[in-house]
């Protein structure tokens, strides 16, 4: 991908920038001259580099909006000093002045500081060019940080064994799922499952086949849910299912849907061993007086598999009060 470089400069400030910036296989470059356009397009596109003309109006504003902004500590700025009376006054004074010069544009927000003579254009290239390649090797680095952190973030969020995303990734994803069904007025259900008898598996075959059997059970799973349902690993043979935009109804057709297809067909975990297993659901749907996190939701869905469980497994089973129902609770099974 391209280095994307934002020029906020006039015309004539173009004029005296090296030619190597507008190769179009190594930056993408953006030219604006006005403050407000500036900082709407920093703040939807960030750019890699920004070059900033330091008599240009709202420069020095510019750098220092810049360094107030954290999700935007990674554009590097170049402020090009091209103003006349700053430029003659440098001619006068010692270096020290020019030094507290450029600490002061540091302390505004600038990256790199940079003088540049109007009539020497050439002279401040090689300069400009070495601040330019800093600028693209702190955005490579950013890039390939960026890169990592998804990566990262992928496997802390995933479960190793059976390739769902895992508890953690519940944690996370469960209250942004209510956040969204409670914005849009919409329903959200919730469906906790565990495998009848697991421990049964592991003690007859060995924990090896019982990982491969969660596999394929998995596998099973994810090929009978809908596009807008996710599942996750909550911990050894228990899952969960989140169904974003489900009624009640709906939600008791895709638990019952689970329930027979894992029961109704064995598992091969190799061309010698067949095993026949079942599930025990629980499932609940948000309910007004339920917490923004969903522990209350995920308590009352374990509750009714626990019922389940209890009931002599193999079924679903949810106890809910909907708006649409008379003011008493409703039990309901397979």
């Not at 109006?57 to 935007?72: F, N, R």
């Not at 009376?85 to 927000?109: R, V």
């Not at 849910?225 to 909550?234: E, N, V």
Request: include cysteine; proline fraction near 4%; hydrophobic fraction near 40%.
């Amino acid at each position: 991908m391209n280095i994307s470089i934002l020029v906020f400069g006039s015309e004539h400030f173009l004029t005296g920038l090296p030619d190597q910036i507008y190769y179009k296989t190594t930056f993408n470059v953006e030219v604006i001259a006005n403050l407000n356009q500036a900082v709407s397009l920093i703040r939807t596109s960030p750019p890699d580099i920004i070059l900033i003309q330091a008599s240009l109006d709202g420069s020095i504003t510019l750098c220092s909006w810049l360094k107030e902004q954290a999700k935007l500590s990674s554009v590097y700025c170049i402020l090009l000093e091209d103003r006349c009376e700053l430029i003659t006054l440098k001619q006068q004074y010692n270096w020290e002045w020019e030094q507290e010069m450029s600490a002061s544009a540091l302390q505004q927000g600038a990256d790199a500081y940079i003088w540049q003579k109007p009539e020497q254009t050439d002279a401040t290239h090689p300069l400009l060019l070495a601040q330019l390649a800093v600028g693209v090797r702190k955005a490579q680095k950013c890039r390939d940080l960026i890169r990592t952190n998804d990566l990262l973030s992928t496997i802390a969020l995933a479960d190793s064994l059976t390739e769902l995303n895992n508890r953690r990734a519940l944690e996370w994803d469960l209250p942004r799922q209510i956040s969204i069904a409670r914005n849009n007025d919409t329903p959200f259900s919730l469906i906790i499952l565990d495998v009848d008898y697991f421990k049964g598996v592991n003690d007859t075959y060995g924990h090896l086949v019982g990982d491969s059997l969660l596999q394929v059970l998995c596998t099973r799973i994810r090929q009978n849910l809908r596009s807008q349902d996710t599942p996750f690993r909550y911990g050894g043979e228990e899952f969960v299912v989140l169904l974003s935009n489900t009624l009640f109804q709906e939600a008791m057709l895709v638990a019952n849907r689970l329930n027979r297809i894992v029961g109704e067909q064995p598992f091969a975990i190799n061309t010698t061993l067949v095993i026949n297993i079942t599930i025990s659901l629980g499932l609940a749907c948000l309910q007004p007086e339920d917490d923004m996190k969903g522990i209350s939701l995920l308590d009352r869905a374990d509750k009714y598999l626990l019922k389940a469980k209890s009931s002599g497994r193999n079924r679903v089973i949810s106890y809910e009060h909907h708006r649409s129902d008379p003011p008493h609770l409703k039990l309901l099974s397979s």
